[in-house]
Nanobody
Framework: QVQLVESGGGLVQAGGSLRLSCAAS????????MGWFRQAPGKEREFVAG????????NYADSVKGRFIISRDNAKNTVYLQMNSLKREDTAVYYC?????????????????WGQGTQVTVSS
């Protein structure tokens, strides 16, 4: 079992930055690809960013490309999401998850372990 705890969310003005953390416990995630997703009120959960187990490869949703950076520290069993130039439409609950199935990192069904989420609110 893997437990994931997200932190770092909060209220920020448009144009500001936040850094989310996802700390894993129970088992090492160093051999697992990881992803960040988000869900805004009344909307489906959507993919934000993914990173391979070694950190060599990353991918992003078009809506955050160039603004968000996913990274990981396997020694700390933690994944990060640096969010810059935040927009109101980035407001959502952000979740990290462990990818357990081989396939598109954008597909939520390829992930099994999910955190409880951290709220990000961007004001204008």
């Amino acid at each position: 079992q893997v437990q994931l705890v997200e932190s770092g969310g909060g209220l920020v003005q448009a144009g500001g930055s936040l850094r989310l953390s996802c700390a894993a416990s129970g088992r090492s995630i160093s051999t697992r690809d990881m992803g960040w997703f988000r869900q805004a009120p009344g909307k489906e959960r959507e993919f934000v960013a993914g990173i391979t187990w070694g950190g060599r490869n990353t991918n992003y949703a078009d809506s955050v490309k160039g603004r968000f950076i996913i990274s990981r520290d396997n020694a700390k069993n933690t994944v990060y999401l640096q969010m810059n130039s935040l927009k109101r439409e980035d407001t959502a609950v952000y979740y990290c998850a462990v990818q357990i199935l081989v396939g598109a990192p954008e597909a939520a069904y390829n992930y099994h372990y999910w955190g409880q989420g951290t709220q990000v609110t961007v004001s204008s």
